[in-house]
């Protein structure tokens, strides 16, 4: 039986989805197969950031709504056997009853891929419980800002109480504003109450590679994308050392 992650922050633009596709592609790297679940009901963009946008026709909803099965409902990535997605619909024709067929669909999924990562919108909307509801593990994605901390502390407060595992993912690290603001990585983790599964740096190749329609793994391993390959080697239980701040002031 596979496992259910879901990648939440409350605070919009924290790198929710750029994240879930970067882990995505690295739990493949590492032989894992891997659907990945846009939530984000209405603005989804996971598809970008996996470079699939011309392989998405169907959507969740066609599966909950008894269209078609979840089999022909996800898109293999074209050039990653082992990635598929599964879209979010633009809207959804009904909510009620939504949360339990979501939870079937996810129930369905687990049986078939090793890992299920489900990207949640902002916000602690339907997406939010859709996107929550049937997950055994969550990640937080925050950032520096005191806005992203405490909506990420909200989130927390919304999480099921039935997800065992919690962990936080500090994103868009940038080490001198950390001294600048004279906070550490441990005064994060203290206020969210969270243990660390990782860092990921400041990383321009975020948003080149997404515009590109590349995913972020694709040749590269430096900053951002090892971030990723590091968290996902955490996740299926190889240790791996933080990053560390290297002499200009950079994480390598
Ligand atoms: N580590 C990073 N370094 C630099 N830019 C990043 C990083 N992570 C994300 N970004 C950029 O931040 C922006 C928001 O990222 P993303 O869409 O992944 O966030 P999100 O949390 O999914 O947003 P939303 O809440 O709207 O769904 C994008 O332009 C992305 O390229
Ligand atoms: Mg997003």
Do not use: W
């Amino acid at each position: 039986m596979g496992t259910v992650i879901v990648i939440t922050s409350g605070k919009g633009g924290t790198g929710k989805t750029s994240f879930c596709g970067g882990l995505g592609v690295a739990l493949t790297e590492l032989g894992k197969t891997v659907l990945c679940i846009d939530a984000d009901i209405g603005l989804r963009n996971l598809d970008i950031a996996l470079g699939m946008t011309d392989s998405v026709l169907m959507d969740f909803s066609d599966v909950m709504e008894g269209h078609c099965l979840l089999s022909r409902a996800v898109a293999t990535h074209p050039g990653i056997p082992n990635l598929s997605l599964l879209t979010a619909p633009l809207s959804l024709s009904r909510e009620e009853g939504v949360l339990s067929d979501f939870a079937s669909l996810i129930e369905e999924a687990r049986t078939q891929y090793d890992y299920v990562l489900i990207d949640s919108p902002a916000g602690l909307g339907l997406g939010f419980r859709l996107a929550a509801c049937a997950a055994d593990e969550a990640i937080v994605v925050s950032m520096n800002d005191l806005s992203a901390q405490r909506d990420a502390q909200r989130v927390l407060s919304q999480l099921p109480p039935t997800i065992p595992v919690i962990r936080l993912v500090l994103n868009r690290v940038k080490p001198r504003l950390f001294r600048r603001l004279g906070q550490t990585v441990d005064d994060v983790m203290d206020a969210l109450g969270l243990p660390l599964l990782g860092l990921i740096p400041e990383d321009p190749a975020v948003l080149l590679s997404s515009n590109a329609g590349r995913p972020l793994l694709k040749g590269s391993d430096k900053g951002a994308a090892r971030a990723c390959r590091n968290i996902a080697k955490r996740i299926t239980g190889v240790p791996v050392p933080l990053m560390k701040i290297g002499r200009r002031g950079m994480i390598v």
